[in-house]
């Protein structure tokens, strides 16, 4: 793909997080100020890279591929992750999952472009993600952690990964989950910013 292999060792039942680290690395780039796609918006840091998708815009691409995928496909979780070194447009990473088949799948969304990392049986019945909920976009999302303490955080020289993920909160309702990572894969920030349309 593209000439280059995604990091998927964790596999599809793996924990939130460890789903957004599999695709921890995609191109490799140039060295930036902000993780691609951040947009910080008036926050002062550098432009973003304008050709990053937003979650919502990489959904909307694999909306038209799911129902050739499954009739009945959902989507469990979505991730991404940037790196500091890289300015390149980072994709998004969705599980879908079939109750009929009985599959899940790992797809990668970079711009128009669907690619299948992985399929497999699911071994128990997953909990789909409330979409028709969703309000706040990962831009939006991102631009609430940068503009709280996030710039502060990755102009830090140990500062290496940005892992943002879709969840379902316990309570229910949908939750972006940011995390922020050194080299080591040591958790420097965690922040959850919930995901739901504001109810009028």
Not at 13 to 20: C, E, G, K, R, V
Not at 39 to 47: E, L
Not at 166 to 186: A, H, N, V
């Amino acid at each position: 793909m593209k000439g280059k292999f995604l990091l998927l060792g964790l596999g599809l039942l793996s924990t939130a997080l460890l789903i957004a680290l599999g695709v921890s690395w995609l191109h490799a780039g140039v060295s930036g100020g902000n993780p691609a796609g951040l947009n910080p918006g008036s926050t002062g840091g550098s432009a973003p890279i304008s050709n990053t998708q937003t979650a919502r815009e990489a959904y909307t691409t694999l909306n038209q591929w799911l129902s050739g995928w499954a009739q009945d496909g959902t989507v469990v979780a979505l991730s991404c992750t940037f790196q500091k070194e890289d300015k390149s447009p980072a994709g998004w990473t969705f599980q879908v999952y079939s109750p009929t088949s009985q599959q899940l799948a790992n797809v990668l969304i970079e711009g128009s472009d669907v690619w299948v990392l992985r399929q497999l049986a699911a071994l128990y019945p997953q909990q789909p993600l409330a979409l028709d909920t969703w309000g706040m976009d990962s831009g939006a999302a991102l631009d609430t952690w940068w503009a709280g303490r996030g710039q502060l955080l990755w102009s830090q020289p140990q500062a290496q990964t940005l892992a943002l993920h879709l969840g379902t909160r316990p309570e229910g309702g949908l939750i972006w989950q940011i995390t922020l990572l050194s080299q080591e894969g040591k958790v420097l920030d965690f922040q959850e910013i919930p995901a739901d349309a504001a109810t009028p």
